[in-house]
T-cell receptor, first 111, second 114 residues
Framework: SQELEQSPQSLIVQEGKNLTINCTSS?????LYWYKQKYGEGLIFLMM?????EEKSHEKITAKLDEKKQQSSLHITASQPSHAGIYLC???????????FGAGTRLTVKP | DGGITQSPKYLFRKEGQNVTLSCEQN?????MYWYRQDPGQGLRLIYY???????QKGDIAEGYSVSREKKESFPLTVTSAQKNPTAFYLC?????????????FGSGTQLSVL
């Protein structure tokens, strides 16, 4: 979706390194969602952010939503091979009746 | 074992043929969705249904058809009118006040053209 831009498109990191993935919206959204996809499989819900400035963590993954609710970052601390996959951000926009997705960031973690 | 079952995992379509992708859920969710995923692109919505016997077109409905006769089932037919059907197809159910705040996905069907 051109409404959501993710960067980088792909990322290769050494195991144990930290990394950040960004998701930028062209307009203010109601909610921002992060999903993870293993290759050739369905998406798994990670986190939902609905308030400006909100931050949530799950194990070693932290996601933040900026005050203007147009940009989110996903940060992984001390990456592991199990973190590899495609990370997609999704957004709930005013006036829409469905989730809009970014193109995804493909993460590879080298042991 | 609650979840969403998509079948088959791999499907091949011949020229001029219609094929049907199955999606069954036992999560008791009202809302169901079909997305198409192409390499390097995000998910694009094909059709969605928020209640039995009712469904709405998404952004790329042309060449596809659906039905929702039962709450548990939302099959997608890829018709011969869809000229570029090769893609990964994902079915999802949704929770939340608007039916999609949290989505649950099946494991997908890879459709290829012979």
């Amino acid at each position: 979706s051109q409404e959501l831009e993710q960067s980088p498109q792909s990322l290769i990191v050494q195991e144990g390194k930290n990394l950040t993935i960004n998701c930028t919206s062209s307009k203010t959204l109601y909610g921002l969602y992060w999903y993870k996809q293993k290759y050739g499989e369905g998406l798994i819900f990670l986190m939902m952010l609905q308030k400006g400035g909100e931050e949530k963590s799950h194990e070693k993954i932290t996601a933040k939503l900026d005050e203007k609710k147009q940009q989110s970052s996903l940060h992984i601390t001390a990456s592991q091979p199990s973190h590899a996959g495609i990370y997609l951000c999704g957004a709930d926009f005013p006036g829409n009746n469905d989730m809009r997705f970014g193109a995804g960031t493909r993460l590879t973690v080298k042991p | 074992d609650g979840g969403i079952t998509q079948s088959p995992k791999y499907l091949f379509r011949k020229e001029g043929q219609n094929v049907t992708l199955s999606c069954e859920q036992n999560l008791n969710h009202d809302a169901m969705y079909w997305y198409r995923q192409d390499p390097g692109q995000g998910l694009r919505l094909i059709y969605y249904s928020q209640i039995v016997n009712d469904f709405q077109k998404g952004d790329i409905a042309e060449g596809y058809s659906v039905s929702r006769e039962k709450k548990e089932s939302f099959p997608l037919t890829v018709t011969s009118a869809q000229k570029n059907p090769t893609a990964f197809y994902l079915c999802a159910t949704g929770q939340g006040a608007r039916g999609f705040e949290k989505l649950f996905f099946g494991s997908g069907t890879q459709l290829s053209v012979l």
